[in-house]
């Protein structure tokens, strides 16, 4: 195993950078040229013809690789096998770093990197963390609890709401559950994950649950009329993707056709069309197309078209 290449897991950002710092400095490529690979964004094979190029300028490069998990080997075979065969060999002049949040230690890929690389898997616990930057202030453990709750456990955004509490309460060295609810902005989910819960909510006629999705998508300061937009899109790819799965098509088979940069999002909407008819997608873009051309061409209510919208389904 060659120890310049390393395979972190870790699901926050911060706690990923800060390791990667370390391992930069630890292996004396301070002044490499550091290129990252968001592979929800680009190809696998663009970082591997990294790895198998020398630099213009430095000798040495750091190549990041991020979201590999979100691959499937069958459907990438020969990249993998080329990232493996580079593993065995690699470059001493690069220093190799590949991201991901959750690895499954059962599949394939996850096996072969874990003994290929060496594996660092990073775990912060968020309300000792806290504990950690607000060391110097009093704060009872309920207020640690508000604040994790209002960060949602996310250790990046903790880091940047203690700065922002010990800044105004510099001189009271004390922070109150009262500083929380002032200065800590709630964080919500990830709008694409809440659009796509939306749209799952509508798919399964859960008008509860679609109700407050919707609710919350509001909270984003989305109109209305945008969240029929997110909609109408999303509803459209499911139809499309159901269209193209009767020729048993690869995710990524798919992806290259309707022009995706990655196959993720059809991964994730090939987990809504068993849920619909065609006719049914059909159907609710129509419904969609009819509420979109009342919300610009009258006065009607915005808002309670699209919630009379949700309630009918």
Known sequence: MNMNNFLIESTDILATEQTETKIIKDNKFTKASIIKYDLEEEELVNALEDLDTYGLFTTQKVI??????????????????????????????NLLIIEVNKLSSTSKVGKVLKDKCEYIKVELNSKSYIKQLLKDYKID???????????LGDISKIYNECLKLKNYKIEEKEILKEDIKELVDKKLD??????????????LRDKEDALRKYHELLTYNFEPISIIGLLSSQIRII????????DRLSDREIANILEEKSDYRIKRTRELTKLYSEDSLLNLLQELSDIDLKMKTTDMDANSLLEQFIINI
Do not use: G
Request: negative net charge.
């Open 239 to 246: 139809y499309q993707v159901k269209l193209l799965e009767k």
């Open 141 to 151: 453990n309920s207020t640690i609890d508000l604040l994790d709750e209002y960060c």
């Open 64 to 93: 990041i690789i991020r979201s590999i998990e979100l691959l499937k080997y069958d459907d990438y075979k020969e990249d993998f096998e080329h990232l493996y065969k580079y593993l065995d060999n690699s470059n001493p002049d």
């Open 190 to 203: 990830d709008p694409k994950d809440l659009t796509f819960a939306f749209s799952r909510s509508i798919a």
